[in-house]
Structure formats: C-alpha cells, structure tokens
T-cell receptor, first 113, second 115 residues
Framework: GENVEQHPSTLSVQEGDSAVIKCTYS??????FPWYKQELGKRPQLIID?????GEKKDQRIAVTLNKTAKHFSLHITETQPEDSAVYFC????????????FGAGTQVVVTP | NAGVTQTPKFRILKIGQSMTLQCAQD?????MYWYRQDPGMGLKLIYY???????DKGEVPNGYNVSRSTTEYFPLRLELAAPSQTSVYFC??????????????FGPGTRLTVL
C-alpha cells in the first residue's frame, strides 16, 4: 500500500520568513495530494491540493509543487504569520482507493514574532 | 449546510463500557471515514464506507464496529472500552468523482477518555 513520509517533524520560523515542508510517497499510481492544516484542538482543514496532471499550484501565500518522477511534493508558505502556527499534514491517494488518504506524520510549524 | 457533525464532543468511559460515536453529514457524500488521532500523532483510519450498506476495515479496526444504513449517518461503535482507545475521533466525508479522490471534510471530533 501507499506510504507517505513527511519532513521535518517540527519547523520554527521567524515571522515573515518562508516555510517548506516536504513529503515523499511510494505508490506511483497516486494522483491526488492534499495538504491539511490542524490548529490546536481543532479539526484538520484542507488548505490546498494538487492532482498529478499539474506540477504546481498557488493560492495567495501558499503553494504546492509536485515532482512525479521523484515521487515527492512540497508545501511552501511565504511571508509567514503567527496564525500559520499549526500542524500540517500531507496526504496521497490513488484512484482505486475509494477516496482513502494516506497521511504523513505531520509537521508542527511555529512562527515566532 | 452543517457539513459533518459529531456527537458527543467529550466522553469519559470506564474500562469495559461501550458507546456509540455519532457522525452525520448533509452534503450527500457517498464516502465516509472514521479516524483516530492520539495525542501529538497523525491520523489513523479505523473504518470507511463507500455507500449505504458498504463498509470496510481501515488500518486500526480492532475494538470497533461500524454500520451505514443511510447516506447521512455513519456511527462508530466501541465495545468493551480499553485505555488504549483513549483518543480523539474524527469522522470525515468526501464525494467520489471520475477524477479520483477529493477533499475530505472533517467533523469537529469526539474526545474520548477511557479510565
């Protein structure tokens, strides 16, 4: 089955700097890669997703890049703000998985003013 | 739309007790999922359903059971609660499409403690 590895496990950045989180996946058939943000005590919420027919997607200060050959994808947050502090999870899914997502272990991002 | 709702929000159980965690969605999604999240950890899939009457095991199904008689509801049953089942439980739903998987919408979670 699919295996997703996520790095780093924790990331501390100064406000205004950029943050990058990287994930690798094992199943070359995977074609959907979402990123979820989970604030303390809250539910995970989708912040951006990308499909395998696209190499990059951007939404304001966040962007995701996908390298299908290397089987890795990354989340980029620019101009970080204190409200970006949260746990971020990457995930991967293949078409035959009934919508199931294989999640990475998560990255705790702390943005210090 | 209320989205995905879960009840109760919190519950304390004694070892050996049973309970049902309720989950409902009003988005007419055919796919539904139950996850558990232990403190400081990621999400582990317990059970999932692809439609009314169809359920299957996920990564960590032992000690749990599910049923899905309608599209809207997907309850999770804990039998003979054990301290290892102390966790936060999230229900999620998504729709199917020709493009493959889609966004999963999560409920607010149920925080369960077994003492």
């Amino acid at each position: 089955g699919e295996n997703v590895e996520q790095h780093p496990s924790t990331l501390s950045v100064q406000e205004g700097d950029s943050a990058v989180i990287k994930c690798t996946y094992s199943d070359s058939a995977s074609n959907y890669f979402p990123w979820y943000k989970q604030e303390l005590g809250k539910r995970p919420q989708l912040i951006i997703d990308i499909r395998s027919n696209v190499g990059e997607k951007k939404d304001q200060r966040i962007a995701v890049t996908l390298n299908k050959t290397a089987k890795h994808f990354s989340l980029h947050i620019t101009e970080t703000q204190p409200e970006d502090s949260a746990v971020y999870f990457c995930a991967a899914s293949n078409p035959g998985s009934w919508g199931k997502l294989q999640f990475g272990a998560g990255t705790q991002v702390v943005v210090t003013p | 739309n209320a989205g995905v709702t879960q009840t109760p929000k919190f519950r304390i159980l004694k070892i050996g007790q049973s309970m049902t965690l309720q989950c409902a969605q009003d988005m007419n999604h055919n796919y539904m999922y139950w996850y558990r999240q232990d403190p400081g950890m990621g999400l582990k899939l317990i059970y999932y359903s692809v439609g009314a009457g169809i359920t299957d095991k996920g990564e960590v199904p032992n000690g749990y059971n599910v049923s899905r008689s309608t599209t809207e509801y997907f309850p999770l049953r804990l039998e003979l609660a054990a301290p290892s089942q102390t966790s936060v439980y999230f229900c999620a739903s998504s729709y199917s499409s020709l493009a493959g998987s889609n966004e999963q919408f999560f409920g607010p979670g149920t925080r369960l403690t077994v003492l």
